[in-house]
């Protein structure tokens, strides 16, 4: 564990506390205005490393990611609008490929192992993860502990660092 781990959230009377000392700095890292410290978006990253303006959902990495995760059996839940290529959905997704390679049923719809990429969920989990988060996330993370105010977001980003890495 990273030597501090919490340090300035102590001390707080629930998860809405921490919450709330948490989310201006969420703001100011991912979302920001104009423009966020860090973007958490995979084809912003790419689009850079391409040398190309960004475009959300319509860049060719954002579109990749997508048809990745149908190949999977996921999408985007009914009723939002997030691109998929967001750091916490790509994680998401390398979670879902770990628990099926460690023999989780798959949700209801979703292929067997040997129809996702590469024939099996381990093949689809080490995919992912070289073609897509370890292109850009070990980058974020650096981002995110240089440019973060809050010793959580450094936390968490040393912690995506070591799972990309």
């Known amino acids: 564990m990273p030597e501090g781990l919490g340090e300035g959230l102590s001390g707080r009377s629930g998860p809405g506390d921490v919450l709330h000392a948490l989310r201006p700095e969420a703001t100011r890292l991912f979302v920001g205005a104009p423009e966020p410290a860090v973007s958490p978006y995979e084809g ?8 190309v303006q960004a475009l959300l959902f319509v860049n060719p990495h954002s579109m990749e990611v997508e048809r990745f995760m149908r190949s999977c059996g996921l999408g985007r839940p009914e009723g939002t609008n997030e691109p998929l290529d967001h750091v916490a959905t790509e994680c998401e997704l390398l979670e879902h490929l770990a628990l099926r390679a460690a023999g989780a049923e798959p949700p209801e719809g979703a292929p067997a192992g040997s129809g996702l990429p590469g024939g099996s969920p381990a093949a689809a989990y080490g995919a992912f993860l070289e073609e897509h988060a370890r292109a850009w996330m070990p980058r974020f993370a650096d981002a995110v502990a240089a440019e973060s105010r809050v010793p959580f977001y450094r936390d968490a980003a040393a912690f995506l660092g070591a799972l990309v890495g």
């Open 44 to 51: 912003v990253w790419r689009a850079a490393d391409d040398g």
